[in-house]
């Protein structure tokens, strides 16, 4: 006689191979007839009446199973789903007609893992109570939900929970029962003793020779560590002399000093230019050369001269430029003016968070009290609910009984007219066949009848089909071959074209080498006396002079400062900014802050050096600027020295 686990395989294995899109409730089961002809009549009847309870509530069974696999399940085996959906068709459907017994041995005769943890989330009494009865209620009735099903797995909840335990109790191998069986002893053989082995003599150990001592230069380091230490200092406080002078003469390279002056020859040394760059040349100065042509004739109409407005233009930008200057260096130091009060405001605002936390301690623990009280009226209410749901309970067997009886019914009548059916569709189907069929031998006889497939063709003839540019195949050659020889020779007049073209092109090149180099001759001799007139003008003026309002805002700042300094001794609270770790000090924080003032000091020298070379900056601003930069950052001192 074949155990429980059997009978589950047979309809894990029947579900396995249902297909519902392509086959039928009843061919499954009369396929699953043929099956179950060597089992008794009282094991097949359980496995079809299981195999058909578990297609018809497919729906309810899949909501579990999949919640399973999404929560407890997510690491059990996807292929074994239909094993979890015919454990819950018995629990749920048939653990009344079964009873615990039974139920108990068919769970403990499969995986003793896989059914506890599906009984654990299929039994609890939460799951129960709130989501699985709200999404079966979504296809049948909440009412007859409730009273046919939720409520008699509630009262069977106790119960399945012992078997759970000793499920558990199982895994934890807690229960070991061990059958003692008779072992046979052997005996030894009654055999002559050996004689005892006599003791050999020991060897003598040999001495080892002496090792020769660790060297003491093991443990002290290598000369050529000390050596490139030294180096590397060396290295270190000549990069920071450069640096010093650099700083100090950061705009000598922009003047030309008499003694430097380059030779004269120094403008005719020839660059190899391609052709691009001759004709964009040629073509600025050619622009350059029309500009100053229309100059020459606007002054000999009368017109003015607008030089003296672009010097006075030029005096007024400077002008503004040290207005910019100085508003920027208000606005910086107000700045560091606001950042000295925000320090005093923030030692305020501590004492003020202490009290506030304080007050947020008490609200929080009598929070926690009030949700420990509503926490245990919750538990008192679940237990009262589940208590409810025992006792209604109670006369289920009756009805289902009935149930099955009418659903057998509804299967043999369903059955029925299915076979039915079935033989009307296989007759059209055998009528379609013996119409495809002679189809089929009409199409070969009319193919097997002989023809001729070759055909003579002439190649001076036209095809003959009508058309306006019909020709013979002779003709179209001798077309063919005079084409060929008019695209030849256009090939040829066009090879000559492009070869007269290229002569002309590098005539013009010559032409506008010839006008560039006098044009290069002009320029440098004008930019020669620009930079005179320049130094002459550079050592003429005087330094810059600082605002009045600057001042007074440097003197606003030390007073806060030290204002700030006795108010953080007397409360002795170190200011940090906010987000640095604790363990950074207030100069630390000060140096990050000036770190991206140097970047930005570096990259204005940069912009003021090649506005000086172009001439768009004159000497002094550029001086003004760099005092402005070294002030935001505090350079000012390593700049002069």
Known sequence: ?????????????????????????????????????TLNVTDGAFVLETLAGCIEYKPLLDIVVNAFFVRDGKHCLFSERNLYVVI?????????????????????????????????????????????????????????????????LLGWQPKIEQLIKQLADKLANRVTTVKTSTVTKPKEFDLTTPKPRAIPIPEPIPLQEKHQPVPQSTYKPPKEKQHLQEIKYRNRRRAEELLLEANVSQFRCATIKPENKAPRGIDNVPIKLNAAAILR???????????????????????????????????????????????????????????????????????????????????????????????????????????QVVEGHKNVKQARMKLQKYKRQIVQEVSEESRELLRRALEEEEEKLRKRYELIQQIRAIESLPFFRNKFVDLTQTAGYGFSGEMSIMELRERLALLKEAQKKAEEEKRDQIIHEKQAKEQLLLDKLEQISLFRAALGRAAALKQEEK???????????????????????????????????????????????????????????????????????????????????SRETAQKMTAYQAARIGATSCILR
């Open 1 to 37: 006689m074949a155990g429980p686990e059997k009978h589950i395989e047979i309809v894990v294995q029947q579900l396995n191979k249902f297909n519902p899109e392509n086959e039928s409730i009843e061919h499954l089961l009369d396929e699953s007839a043929k099956v179950l002809q």
């Open 88 to 152: 819950c068709y018995l629990a749920t459907f048939q653990l009344e007609e079964l009873g615990l017994q039974q139920f108990s041995r068919i769970v403990k005769s499969l995986d003793i893992a896989k059914m506890h943890k599906f009984l654990r989330f299929f039994f609890n009494v939460l799951n129960l109570s709130t989501w699985i009865k709200d999404e079966w209620s979504q296809i049948y009735d909440s009412l007859y939900v409730k009273e046919n099903w939720i409520d008699p």
């Open 281 to 387: 040349e040629g073509a600025l100065y050619q622009r350059k050369m029309e500009q100053e042509l229309n100059r020459l004739e606007s002054l000999l109409r009368g017109a003015h001269d607008p030089s003296e407005f672009l010097e006075w233009q030029k005096q007024m930008r400077e002008k503004d430029l040290e207005q910019q200057l100085a508003e920027i260096e208000c606005r910086r130091l107000q700045g560091k003016l606001s950042h000295e009060e925000a320090v005093l405001a923030r030692h305020n605002v501590i004492q003020e968070n202490k009290k506030k936390a304080e007050l947020k301690r008490e609200e929080t623990a009598e929070l926690m009290r009030q949700y420990a009280e509503k926490r245990l009226e919750e538990e008192k209410e679940m237990r009262e609910l589940v208590e």
């Open 535 to 617: 130094k002459i003008k550079s050592q003429l003026t005087e330094g810059p002079v600082k605002n009045e309002r600057v001042l007074d805002l440097q003197k606003k700042i030390t007073e806060k400062t030290m204002e700030r300094k006795k108010q953080a001794e007397i409360l002795k609270i170190t200011p940090q900014k906010d987000g640095a770790g604790p363990g950074r000090s207030w100069e630390s924080y000060e140096n990050s802050l000036q770190e991206p003032h140097w970047k930005e000091l570096e990259e204005s020298r940069e912009q003021q050096f090649k506005m000086l070379q172009n001439g768009l900056m």
